[in-house]
């Protein structure tokens, strides 16, 4: 194309192009001529390469609209504007326009993050999930809909989900991240099964690594100080967890009349265990000896106030987490241990295992399909001299 054609494109289509001088503009020096709606117009720029680019394009749209186009001039810049962003990232014209209609339509027909939540609870509420799994589920729902929850579930992207999990992981173990990461996939999931939204961004983050560490269990020195300090009204729920490893979740459900000294039995209900199967767990004699003093013949195990007792006792016994402790408990004591996860379960695992040599016995008391967990978690982490001494914890005798 020569410069007499470049400055003047699309003659031959009936939408003539022309660029030249604006000598009396104060702004511009070059001037771009063309007729839409039948009307003569005008644009202006500041170098001539720019117009005469602009003509080009120009030009372009004549060809791919037709002269008897209604578009605006400002429709017509748009367009040429846009397509050169989206040829940067491989996507054409229909294609966006495609997208942005079927965008604003599934918008239309979306829901808010917080209503979404709300259903997916109910739903799981409806169908008779325990307490705990809606407990769960409601903590880390609420966490992204603190962050997310007026916003339409239609328009959350890979990239909001991925900030929010990674922000999760300065205060949360990776493996409760890849929690909090299961339960909007969950969530997401209905989205897609009750129309609001085509895909699922969280499926596309991936899982945090999780390094799995030992398995902790505490000592034998321990376990005596802690059912020592505890308060009487929850040294039960203690020593259940310790000497039959009971789940916390589970304890706080049981009653008193689910447990039978005659047979020497703790009844865990289907309805309250985590596995949704009744089981029977073994008392050992030393567990009957720290429960039977205290034993109701119905109700809660678990009193009223368990959570601050709970706390209250580990506090005296030396555990805490760093971050929770104020200046005047750090003050106190330098030897703060943090709390193990599932310490007194684990611990029941452990010492058992030592103690009795069969895995297949542990994982019925446990409420395990087989022994395989008990080999991978629970193997060699104990002496079975410091699990006799273990299975010996007794309470003081009483005063007289």
């Known amino acids: 194309m020569g410069a007499e054609d470049a400055r003047t494109t699309g003659a031959r289509l009936g939408t003539k192009v022309k660029v030249s001088r604006w000598k009396s503009h104060p702004n511009y020096r070059w001037r771009v001529s063309y007729i839409e709606g039948g009307k003569y117009r005008q644009k202006g720029f500041k170098t001539e390469k720019l117009a005469v680019e602009w003509a080009k394009k120009r030009g372009q749209e004549s060809v791919e609209f037709g002269s008897s186009t209604n578009l605006t001039v400002a429709e017509r810049s748009a367009v040429i504007d846009s397509r050169e962003k989206l040829e940067r990232i491989g996507l054409s014209l229909p294609e966006a326009i495609d997208f942005a209609v079927r965008y604003h339509e599934r918008s239309a027909t979306s829901t808010s993050v917080k209503n979404l939540i709300a259903e997916v609870l109910q739903t799981r509420a409806n169908v008779g999930l325990s307490d705990s799994h809606l407990d769960g589920l409601t903590k880390r729902l609420g966490r992204f809909e603190k962050m997310f929850g007026n916003e339409s579930v239609a328009h959350i992207e890979k990239s909001q989900v991925e900030k929010w999990l990674h922000g999760l992981a300065k205060d949360f173990h990776p493996r409760t991240v890849n929690h909090h990461r299961t339960a909007l996939v969950l969530a997401l999931n209905e989205a897609i099964e009750w129309g609001y939204i085509d895909k699922n961004p969280a499926l596309r ?17 321990q376990a005596i100080d802690l059912l020592e300090k505890a308060d009487q009204a929850i040294r039960p729920a203690f020593a259940i967890g310790l000497f039959a490893g009971i789940r916390d979740a589970e304890i706080k459900k049981l ?38 003093p205290l034993a109701k013949k119905s109700g809660p195990v678990w009193p009223r106030n368990g959570r601050a007792l709970h706390d209250q006792a580990k506090l005296k016994s030396g555990f805490s987490n760093p971050e929770t402790l104020s200046k005047k408990q750090k003050e106190e004591r330098d030897d703060w241990q943090r709390w193990p996860n599932n310490g007194l379960r ?8 030592a103690f009795h040599q069969d895995a297949a016995r542990l994982a019925l008391n446990m409420g395990h399909q087989d022994a395989s967990q008990i080999f991978a978690h629970y193997r060699a982490l104990v002496t079975q001299k410091a699990a006799v001494s273990y299975w010996g914890i007794l309470p003081a005798p009483a005063s007289s």
């Not at 000294?261 to 009844?267: N, V």
């Open 205 to 221: 983050v991936k899982p945090m690594k999780v390094v799995e560490a030992d398995t902790e269990v505490l000592t034998v020195a």
């Open 255 to 292: 009653d008193w009349s689910d447990i039978d000294f005659e047979t020497c039995t703790i009844h865990v209900r289907g309805i309250n265990a985590k596995s949704a199967k009744n089981r029977h767990v073994e008392m050992s004699d030393n567990l009957r000896k720290w429960i039977q």
């Open 346 to 353: 684990h611990s029941y695992a452990s010492y058992h295992l």
